[in-house]
């Protein structure tokens, strides 16, 4: 057993909207993190209005809120990783610019919400703009599933053009995923150093799952936590890890509302207590 008393667990700081459902943002960010044994601190860029069919309603936090938040756990705790999730305007979008460029060494992991699984638009045009012009450029790893990387670039023909464009905005590792593609196994891609290095085939779930995307994100950025090592060598078992855990997540899933289905992020909890 780890004794946390004199060994705290590294804090990963996720920086999301509020999802009342459970499944997505936050509630999807500190369940993730906490299962993979890290201290989440959780910053609000938004409330949101949504269940498990979609987002209703978007009312994001003021620029000066969400710094006052994230400054606040920053000069306290020395976070190890940073996980952003829904941004919200294009103000935050510069304050989270403010932000992490005056905290370079902290790893980041920036998942791209433009839209709710449900189909709702939260991203505009300048809002997308401002991901690429200002965020990309100090980001680690982005995780686009195949739709969000085709906004992000869309001058690209192919997914591994737009990986190309992604990374040359600045990013230094893009892993873009398969689910929306019409495959029979989803094949998720991750590129760096202009060029594809690895690709990864996971069995196609039944049925739509809410927040899988945010899981993803959240597991990247809490096993980087714990090592924070960004050389392709080590940063390679984290990248894979964070997708067995998040499609052990998914396959264990379960529906609680009318719509989409919610990973179960503490999968292992439940496969123990039955074993018990």
Not at 12 to 29: E, F, I, K, Q, R
Not at 128 to 145: E, M, Q
Not at 164 to 177: K, N, S, W
Not at 190 to 204: H, Q, T, V
Request: hydrophobic share 45%; charged share 15%.
């Amino acid at each position: 057993m780890t004794d946390f008393a004199s060994s705290p667990p590294p804090v990963v700081m996720t920086v999301a909207g509020n999802d009342p459902s459970g499944g997505a943002g936050l509630a999807a960010d500190i369940t993730a993190i906490v299962s993979l044994g890290c201290h989440p601190a959780p910053v609000v860029t938004a409330l949101t209005v949504q269940d498990t069919h979609n987002v209703h309603a978007l009312l994001p936090v003021e620029p000066v809120q969400l710094l006052a938040q994230a400054r606040a756990v920053l000069e306290d705790m020395p976070v190890a990783a940073i996980k952003i999730g829904l941004i919200g305007s294009v103000e935050n979008a510069s304050a989270l610019h403010t932000l992490l460029a005056a905290y370079p060494g902290i790893p980041v992991v920036l998942d791209p919400i433009l839209t709710a699984g449900g189909g709702a638009e939260l991203a505009n045009l300048k809002l997308l703009n401002a991901v690429r012009v200002l965020l990309l450029p100090l980001v680690t790893i982005l995780t686009p599933n195949s739709v969000e990387a085709r906004r992000l670039a869309p001058e690209a023909d192919t997914l591994d053009a737009c990986a190309m464009a992604l990374l040359g905005h600045g990013c230094r590792y893009v892993l873009i995923t398969g689910g929306h593609e019409p495959t029979g196994e989803v094949i998720n891609n991750c590129y760096g150093n202009n060029r594809l290095l690895e690709s990864y085939r996971w069995p196609r779930l039944p049925g739509r799952h809410h927040g899988s995307g945010c899981t993803l994100a959240a597991a990247i950025a809490a096993l980087l936590a714990q090592g924070r090592e960004l050389e392709w060598e080590t940063l390679s078992s984290v990248v894979r890890r964070a997708q067995d855990y998040t499609w052990h997540a998914l396959q264990a899933g379960y529906q609680t509302g009318g719509g989409q289905l919610l990973p179960n992020r503490l999968f292992w909890a439940s496969a123990h207590r039955d074993s018990a």
